[in-house]
């Protein structure tokens, strides 16, 4: 491992979300750790890597996510260096930035910061208010 990453999230997505809590629930064999969203979850599955549930219709391949310090740093070396044409950087104050791109074979990968220090402020709303 590197030192370059500090965290992970994985994201999948369900066309009944309150069956999909229940069932990624009875899974995990707990609640939701995070529910910054009515129709977005997480659960801690051990230190800094998060499976992320929100409602939507099921795609295979959402970004794997990886954390790092400085997101602006980042999009501008997977640009750069890797060639990988990215997303713009979303941000959401107080809470997360982040950004996507795919590798040459087509897998969905990102980047992600956190802009809170201590407990993040919960926007509320829908994760779909962030789409682009």
């Known amino acids: ?16 979300f309150r069956a999909g ?7 995990f ?6 529910e ?3 129709d977005f979850v997480e659960w801690e599955g051990f230190d800094d890597f998060w499976f ?3 409602e939507g219709e099921a795609r295979p391949a959402h970004p794997l996510r990886f954390r790092v310090e400085d997101i602006d740093a980042e999009h501008s070396r997977v640009e750069g260096r890797l060639g990988a044409r ?4 979303t941000r959401i104050p107080e809470l997360v930035a982040f950004f996507d791109f795919s590798d040459p074979w087509g897998n969905n990968l990102g980047f992600y ?3 809170f220090v201590d407990e993040p402020r919960v926007p509320g709303g829908s994760f779909h208010d962030f789409e682009s």
């Open 1 to 16: 491992m590197t030192d370059r990453f500090g965290g992970c999230t994985v994201e999948l997505r369900v066309a009944d």
């Open 21 to 27: 809590v229940e069932f990624y629930s009875r899974l």
């Open 29 to 34: 064999g707990r609640k939701p750790d995070f």
């Open 36 to 38: 910054p969203h009515r």
């Open 52 to 54: 992320q549930l929100g």
């Open 86 to 89: 990215c997303s713009a950087i």
């Open 113 to 115: 910061q956190r802009l």
